[in-house]
């Protein structure tokens, strides 16, 4: 039962970030960001939030860095919007996964068509 209630709220945290991030954060370095996901520490007191900054001129460490200013406005407002005694503190990451995946299936196109790894 408390795992469903972890990555549930793990889901709310993520909906509520990505929606006070688009709308109420405006640090210009912050841009379009998507947030692809929330890990939520076992004894709810910190959060690792995932991003990937979306036709942004910024680079992903500027980002984070402009993240992690808003972060104690975030943390006090996802806080009051989903009605936890005690709020998260946030840790923003960039979320390579998409890099990484795109470079594996490069390496799998290239063994099947025979070519060497770039």
């Not at 936890?84 to 990451?93: G, H, I, V």
């Amino acid at each position: 039962m408390a795992d469903a209630r972890h990555r549930k709220l793990e889901a709310e945290l993520q909906r509520a970030l990505a929606e006070l991030v688009g709308r109420e954060v405006k640090d210009p370095r912050v841009g379009n960001v998507t947030i692809t996901s929330v890990d939520l520490a076992p004894d709810l007191r910190a959060a690792r939030v995932y991003f990937v900054p979306f036709a942004s001129r910024e680079g992903a460490e500027d980002v984070r860095e402009g993240l992690t200013r808003a972060g104690g406005f975030l943390r006090g407002e996802v806080g009051r919007r989903l009605g936890l005694r005690y709020a998260p503190r946030l840790e923003f990451l960039f979320d390579d996964s998409f890099d990484r995946a795109a470079r594996l299936s490069s390496l799998i196109d290239g063994a099947v068509h025979g070519r060497k790894p770039e």
